[in-house]
């Protein structure tokens, strides 16, 4: 992620004798008689004397040809992935996430299993206040839900982390040095070293530990569907985090999150939403710690063809902190989630995707990877 003081350098006729484009490639062949020949100057070939070449497809051919148009077959589009920020400075204060439609499901649970993993470099260095953390972090997480009724459902997610050294900022100098931009932050710090430490303008130091895995705080929740198309979760996480101080929130959170979806046309569809947070102030840094939150959410799914979906979707979350003068805690997330689906033949979804920080002075984690399965 590049922050404040972060620089970035950026560096319809064819002519032909047969039909018009589109309607066959084939030349009119002319009959081996030379009839036109035999003919006064001022007239043209007779057509019957054309003979037209019509090509025969083996079978094996036309069912390649079949399964060809079955792919580029409409699909309908469906929705979203889920998407929750990865940064320990916002998965340690707020439990607002994006909550995408959940269709009717009766009679049995839905799983999804999703892996997040992120390379996170933010610097910032504002008079006597100083913020570092270069990481790279892991979330494998594990939801279930089921229909209560036809417009009830409960929910259920688990999750365990890690935040380590790792091994992603080679492939990140390279990726990065391809799209023409320089990342001082990176450049200025050793590869694969982990570092997690802030200083505050009150003279307060803070120095946060890697750890290889611990549990993540649990999240429990109940949505209703007004309608197809509206529905509203009431989540709250619980203080169940194993991690070292600064990776769980350490209380619990209460979220409401309303997700509004839309069938654009057969291919398109769009979902957005609102989500209100609350999580009390814990720790240390309690008193610069923002308690009441909201996010926005917008995104759309395109079909392309088959079972194969791309989709982008933005997030925004308001500040976690204030009066740091840290700009990567004090600052809005601005986040856009993008990436490919695939619908299995049972109608689960493989889900492939990237996570780009577009507000380079905030939170946001600079590149995100993500993997998911929906059953």
Not at 157 to 173: K, Q, R, T
């Amino acid at each position: 992620m590049v922050r404040a003081g972060k620089r970035l350098v950026h560096s319809t006729q064819t002519g032909r004798a047969s039909s018009p484009a589109g309607d066959g490639k084939e030349e009119p062949i002319a009959a081996r008689v030379n009839h036109g020949s035999k003919l006064r100057p001022a007239l043209e070939p007779c057509q019957e004397e054309y003979l037209f070449r019509v090509p025969r497809f083996q079978s094996s051919s036309a069912r390649i040809v079949l399964g060809l148009l079955a792919l580029t077959t409409p699909a309908r589009a469906q929705g979203l992935p889920a998407f929750s920020p990865l940064n320990p400075v916002s998965s340690s204060r707020s439990g607002l996430y994006f909550q995408p439609m959940r269709k009717p499901a009766p009679g049995r649970w839905v799983a999804t299993m999703a892996m997040d993993y992120g390379s996170v470099i933010e610097s910032n260095q504002e008079g006597a206040a100083n913020y570092v953390l270069d990481s790279e972090v892991l979330r494998l997480s594990l939801g279930m839900s089921r229909d209560l009724s036809a417009r009830a459902f409960v929910m259920a997610e688990a999750s365990v982390g890690g935040a380590y050294a790792g091994f992603m900022d080679g492939f990140l100098d390279w990726y990065h040095g391809a799209l023409g931009i320089r990342m001082a932050d990176r450049q200025s710090r050793p590869r694969d070293r982990f570092l997690y430490e802030l200083r505050l303008p009150d003279g307060r130091s803070i120095q946060r530990s890697p750890s290889s895995l611990f549990l993540g705080d649990l999240r429990v929740g109940l949505g209703l569907r007004s309608t197809p198309e509206f529905q509203t979760v009431v989540s709250a996480t619980l203080p169940t985090s194993t991690g070292p101080a600064g990776y769980g929130r350490g209380v619990p959170s209460v979220n409401l999150v309303s997700t509004v979806g839309a069938a654009v046309n057969s291919r398109v569809r769009y979902e957005g939403s609102l989500g209100l947070g609350y999580t009390p102030g814990s720790g240390g840094l309690a008193s610069l710690q923002h308690e009441s939150f909201f996010a926005v959410t917008s995104g759309l799914r395109v079909a392309v063809w088959g079972h194969n979906s791309v989709y982008a979707n933005l997030f925004y979350h308001s500040p976690y902190y204030h009066g740091t003068t840290l700009p990567s805690l004090d600052r809005r997330e601005l986040s856009l989630d993008f990436g490919w689906i695939v619908k299995t033949r049972t109608g689960g979804e493989w889900r492939v995707g990237m996570t780009e920080d577009l507000e380079p002075a905030g939170p946001g984690v600079d590149l995100v990877l993500r993997v998911g399965r929906t059953f």
